[in-house]
T-cell receptor, first 110, second 116 residues
Framework: QKEVEQNSGPLSVPEGAIASLNCTYS??????FFWYRQYSGKSPELIMF????GDKEDGRFTAQLNKASQYVSLLIRDSQPSDSATYLC??????????FGAGTILRVKS | KAGVTQTPRYLIKTRGQQVTLSCSPI?????VSWYQQTPGQGLQFLFE???????NKGNFPGRFSGRQFSNSRSEMNVSTLELGDSALYLC???????????????FGPGTRLTVL
C-alpha cells in the first residue's frame, strides 16, 4: 500500500514567520510530488510540484525533495493570515493517479 | 482559459438511489481523474479517463463507474447509494496522460453529495 504521511497539525505560526510543512512517502518509485492548498469548503489548488532532488522556489514558496530519505517539504516564507488553510501533499503513483496525505492544517496568526 | 467545471455543485439523495455527476475539463485537456474526499479518509482516487479510455482505477466498489466522451467531458455514476457515499467529489483535469514527471492536475470546485 503506497502511502503519503503528513502531520495533521494544526501548525501555528505568527505572521511573517516561515511555515515548514513536511511529508514522507513510502513508494520509492514515486517520481513527482505536489503541494495543494485547500481552503475550508473549497477544492484543492495547486501550489507547486517537484520531481528533482533539491529545492524549487516560486515566490514565497520553496519545495524540497529528498528521494533518498523519501521526504518532501514545503516552506512558506513571510507567512500571511491568507495562507491559513490545509496543505495537501501528493505523490504520483502511476499516470495521473495521485496518492494524497491527510493534509496539514496551517494557521497563521496576525 | 476557463477552469474545470463540475455540475451539479450540491446534491441530496436518499439511500438506494443513483446519481450522475458531470465534469468538463480545461479546454484542450484530455485527462479527467475523479477523487472522493471525506473527513475520515481524505482524498482518494476513484478513476482516470484519457481519450475516452479508463486508464486507472482506485479501490472502490463496482457501484462507482464513469465514462468520458469524445469532447473530454466526463461523468461519474454511483448506483445504490449508501450513507457512506456522502462526500465531496472532485474531478481533476490534465493535458496529458501523466507520463511525464512534470504533468500536473487542476481540480474543479467539486460536487457535494449528501446521502440521507
Amino acid at each position: 500500500q503506497k502511502e503519503v504521511e503528513q502531520n495533521s497539525g494544526p501548525l501555528s505560526v505568527p505572521e511573517g514567520a516561515i511555515a515548514s510543512l513536511n511529508c514522507t512517502y513510502s513508494d520509492r518509485g514515486s517520481q513527482s510530488f505536489f503541494w495543494y492548498r485547500q481552503y475550508s469548503g473549497k477544492s484543492p489548488e495547486l501550489i507547486m510540484f517537484i520531481y528533482s532532488n533539491g529545492d524549487k522556489e516560486d515566490g514565497r514558496f520553496t519545495a524540497q525533495l529528498n528521494k533518498a530519505s523519501q521526504y518532501v517539504s514545503l516552506l512558506i516564507r513571510d507567512s500571511q493570515p491568507s495562507d491559513s488553510a490545509t496543505y495537501l501533499c501528493a505523490g504520483r503513483e502511476y499516470g495521473n493517479k495521485l496518492v494524497f496525505g491527510a493534509g496539514t492544517i496551517l494557521r497563521v496568526k496576525s | 482559459k476557463a477552469g474545470v467545471t463540475q455540475t451539479p455543485r450540491y446534491l441530496i439523495k436518499t439511500r438506494g438511489q443513483q446519481v450522475t455527476l458531470s465534469c468538463s475539463p480545461i479546454s484542450g485537456h484530455r485527462s479527467v481523474s475523479w477523487y472522493q474526499q471525506t473527513p475520515g479518509q481524505g482524498l482518494q482516487f476513484l478513476f482516470e479517463y484519457f481519450s475516452e479510455t479508463q486508464r486507472n482505477k482506485g479501490n472502490f466498489p463496482g457501484r462507482f463507474s464513469g465514462r468520458q466522451f469524445s469532447n473530454s467531458r466526463s461523468e461519474m455514476n454511483v448506483s445504490t447509494l449508501e450513507l457512506g457515499d456522502s462526500a465531496l467529489y472532485l474531478c481533476a483535469s490534465s493535458s496529458t496522460s501523466g507520463g511525464a514527471a512534470y504533468d500536473t492536475q487542476y481540480f474543479g470546485p467539486g460536487t457535494r453529495l449528501t446521502v440521507l
